[in-house]
T-cell receptor, first 111, second 113 residues
């Protein structure tokens, strides 16, 4: 079936270091969304990418959508303790309207 | 404006018992979803609804039933709970099926003994 793979599963960084999580889909995506879930909380929408090669920035967060619309990445520059949480990508295949979530990357930040 | 609310927040069931999880949204969204979240597996879609009176199966529908009698409410039922249904359940809603963000409720943590 259609899958969205996300790596790494965990990342433990020192505050101030950068962080990147990657998503790869087995099929072409019409769009991809990113969510953040704080410990004990619920997923909260961060951004959506729709166009091939699209790059969007939100302060220290940079989101990219691959040229082939099958992969995406989230990069955080100079992490802060407030960045702690699990980051999920969620892709919507061209052939479907269902969101398929990656397994998430849990980010831990040492102060 | 409460967004998406879920009741109960926590529940412990014995194998074979039944229960209903309630989701309510006040954003007038057409589309509603039930997900389950298990460690290391992200969110998996159980059932969804594209409008009042309609429901459809998601990725992992077995053992669950749903109903959407009112636009603002989406109910998830477990007729005979099994330990494999121990999970955190999230309800979500959206105004579009294909392009808009999904708004999630706070979740229900269910343990089946």
């Amino acid at each position: 079936g259609q899958q969205v793979m996300q790596i790494p599963q965990y990342q433990h960084v020192q505050e101030g270091e950068d962080f990147t999580t990657y998503c790869n889909s087995s099929t072409t995506l019409s769009n991809i969304q990113w969510y953040k879930q704080r410990p004990g909380g619920h997923p909260v929408f961060l951004i959506q990418l729709v166009k091939s090669g699209e790059v969007k920035k939100q302060k220290r967060l940079t989101f990219q959508f691959g040229e082939a619309k099958k992969n995406s990445s989230l990069h955080i520059t100079a992490t802060q303790t407030t960045d702690v949480g699990t980051y999920f990508c969620a892709g919507r295949p061209d052939s479907s309207y269902k969101l398929i979530f990656g397994s998430g990357t849990r980010l831990l930040v040492r102060p | 404006n409460a967004g998406v609310t879920q009741t109960p927040k926590f529940r412990v069931l014995k194998t074979g018992q039944s229960m209903t999880l309630l989701c309510a949204q006040d954003m007038n969204h057409e589309y509603m979803y039930w997900y389950r979240q298990d460690p290391g597996m992200g969110l998996r879609l159980i059932h969804y609804s594209v409008g009042e009176g309609t429901t459809a199966k998601g990725e992992v529908p077995d053992g669950y039933n749903v109903s959407r009698l009112k636009k603002q409410n989406f109910l998830l039922g477990l007729e005979s709970a099994a330990p494999s249904q121990t999970s955190v359940y999230f309800c979500a809603s959206s105004s579009s099926l294909r392009y808009n963000e999904q708004f999630f409720g706070p979740g229900t943590r269910l343990t089946v003994l």
